[in-house]
């Protein structure tokens, strides 16, 4: 743990901090930048992942992405919640990371944004992708 968890409910104080320990763990020597992600599945199991950047910076990948893949090797398909946990202000999922979440979330998947003293705000993950492109688009 790396700062106070928010008190909002046991549920999310524990999705904060794999989100947190995940931070602890980012590779991010050029922007400094260290992000966690956690998420929780159908089946109630917390998945968490890291930013991991690269010295070819286009390559470096997103800690919700991370989060994503964890959550598939480990047999999850639907995301419940997700968490972002940021250094401070209000730190939001990218717009390709929306696009990431939006592939396993619905239009009412609470997504979280954290910073290391906890809670910053909630969001539906409509008000941060509206009019989304997903997979029922394509009729899957
Ligand atoms: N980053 C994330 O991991 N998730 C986001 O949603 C925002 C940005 C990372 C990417 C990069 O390693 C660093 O934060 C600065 O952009």
């Known amino acids: 743990m790396?700062?106070?968890?928010?008190?909002?409910?046991?549920?999310?104080?524990?999705?904060f901090d794999a989100a947190a320990a995940a931070?602890?763990?980012?590779?991010?020597?050029?922007?400094?930048?260290?992000?966690?992600?956690?998420l929780r599945d159908e089946a109630g199991a917390i998945h968490a992942g890291c930013n991991v950047e690269n010295a070819a910076y286009p390559v470096g990948t997103c800690a919700?992405?991370?989060?994503?893949?964890?959550?598939?090797?480990a047999g999850g398909r639907r995301?419940?919640?997700i968490l972002v946990?940021?250094?401070?202000?209000l730190v939001t999922p990218c717009g390709a990371c929306r696009?990431?979440?939006?592939?396993?979330?619905?239009?009412?998947?609470?997504?979280?944004?954290?910073?290391?003293?906890?809670?910053?705000?909630?969001?539906t993950l409509e008000e941060l992708l509206p009019?989304?492109?997903?997979?029922e688009t394509l009729g899957v």
């Open 23 to 38: 931070r602890g763990r980012a590779h991010a020597p050029y922007s400094r930048f260290a992000v966690g992600a956690a």
């Open 85 to 89: 946990l940021g250094g401070g202000g």
């Open 99 to 123: 696009q990431r979440i939006r592939e396993f979330a619905g239009p009412d998947t609470p997504v979280h944004a954290a910073g290391p003293d906890g809670m910053a705000r909630s969001f």
């Open 64 to 73: 919700e992405a991370g989060a994503i893949a964890a959550m598939i090797l």
């Open 131 to 135: 009019f989304a492109f997903g997979p």
């Open 2 to 15: 790396q700062g106070p968890a928010p008190r909002e409910t046991p549920d999310l104080a524990a999705l």
């Open 79 to 81: 995301i419940r919640e």
